[in-house]
């Protein structure tokens, strides 16, 4: 069975907005009590997917940023396939074309080793600290389990406040990891590094550039939505 949708989480990046579709919230708008909302889940479920898809047809045009948001585990067609499910109705599209990930430009630009794993939580670390109110993806399901509406969906806001910090950093060229760091101390220690085969550096430059311009895209649009959603199973 999919996981069931306990929280979206959209920032606005022009006006420093956030926007909520939370389970607990969407319960007290229906008021169903807290203790009632692990029995009615699929009701509160289905009306906060029904919320964030009526926001989506607002914005349809728009950029969203996420952090590996790429599969029918984990990812929009997740969130297309239970309000599918729930409502018998096709979820209104986010273009793929739009759909920006930056754990995928962070790789492009820097290397698959550019901190260590798991990657957002060390990022994190090496860019000022383990933010407040931050939960690994494995502890967030226990919250869940444990009734932690609450919790939970604060470690999806502070996931998408810190989404919006490393894109910051990484325009203005101050984004810390310790892969770069390591690669300034080779270069300047080992001989010949500018000597590498034509058909490395074409691979390097052409990843590394496909990130770079989808960053100079991000920094030219006046509006765009930064995503994060935490699912996590109803079971």
Not at 69 to 79: K, P, R
Not at 187 to 196: F, I, L, Q, T, Y
């Amino acid at each position: 069975m999919s996981p069931s949708i306990s929280n979206i989480v959209v920032k606005d990046w022009e006006n420093d907005q956030t926007v909520s579709f939370a389970a607990h919230l969407v319960a007290e708008k229906m008021h169903i009590a807290k203790d009632d909302i692990e029995s009615r889940f699929l009701e509160i479920e289905t009306k906060l997917l029904e919320d964030f898809y009526s926001f989506v047809q607002s914005y349809s045009g728009d950029l969203w940023l996420h952090w590996n948001m790429v599969n029918i585990h984990y990812g929009f067609e997740t969130l297309a396939h239970r309000y599918y499910v729930l409502t018998g109705r096709n979820a209104p599209s986010i273009d793929i074309g739009n759909r920006i990930n930056i754990a995928a430009i962070l790789f492009g630009l820097y290397g698959e080793n550019y901190v260590g794993t798991p990657h957002m939580q060390k990022l994190m670390e090496v860019n000022g600290g383990i933010r407040r109110d931050f939960v690994l993806g494995k502890d967030e399901v226990e919250l869940f389990r444990q009734k932690e509406y609450a919790r939970l969906h604060a470690s999806t806001v502070c996931k998408v406040k810190f989404f919006s910090d490393v894109v910051e950093l990484t325009l203005d060229k101050k984004l810390k990891t310790t892969r770069s760091t390591t690669l300034v101390k080779m270069e300047r220690s080992v001989d010949g590094v500018a000597a590498k085969t034509v058909g490395l550096a074409s691979s390097a430059y052409a990843v590394i550039d496909i990130g770079g311009k989808a960053i100079d895209y991000l920094a030219h649009h006046g509006w765009f939505s930064v995503f994060g959603i935490a699912a996590n199973a109803a079971t």
